[in-house]
């Protein structure tokens, strides 16, 4: 279980630790950023591909440590997400298994396939996975 100490120092020293590891994943951490663009805003779901031209591709396939999707709209940042690649495949997958996800073909030309995943659910699922994690 987690406790909460509400000082200032501790808050700082917490933060600070949150800063350093940050830049340990930037700096040596294979990460796999994705982009997207605009029709996310309309939408609230975020593409992630899993097959591309009939083969395994996307999050299916990488290499990476870190799954980062960047949410861009009219061309101008808006916000990320990163995520441990592990936690990020059983989110996806457990959205899926409730039905709060689907497959769909996108990407260019639609050609590939992958689960639309609600944005604003990712959060919920995250807690639960990793609190199944935990225990």
């Not at 987690?2 to 340990?24: C, I, M, P, Y």
Request: hydrophobic share 40%; charged share 30%; proline share 3%.
């Amino acid at each position: 279980m987690v406790t909460f100490n509400k000082t200032f120092t501790h808050d700082l020293q917490f933060g600070e630790l949150s800063e350093k590891r940050v830049a340990e994943i930037l700096q040596n951490e294979k990460i796999e950023v994705k982009t997207e663009r605009d029709i996310w805003a309309t939408t609230g779901n975020l593409f992630v591909e899993i097959e591309s031209r009939g083969k395994p591709s996307g999050l299916a396939t990488t290499q990476a440590m870190y799954w980062m999707p960047v949410y861009y709209y009219h061309d101008r940042f808006c916000f990320f997400e990163m995520f441990e690649v592990d936690v990020f495949k059983k989110i996806v997958k457990r959205m899926f298994k409730d039905k709060i996800a689907r497959k769909v073909w996108g990407g260019d030309d639609n050609t590939s396939r992958g689960i639309l995943v609600p944005i604003n659910k990712i959060p919920e699922y995250a807690v639960k996975i990793i609190g199944e994690i935990d225990d």
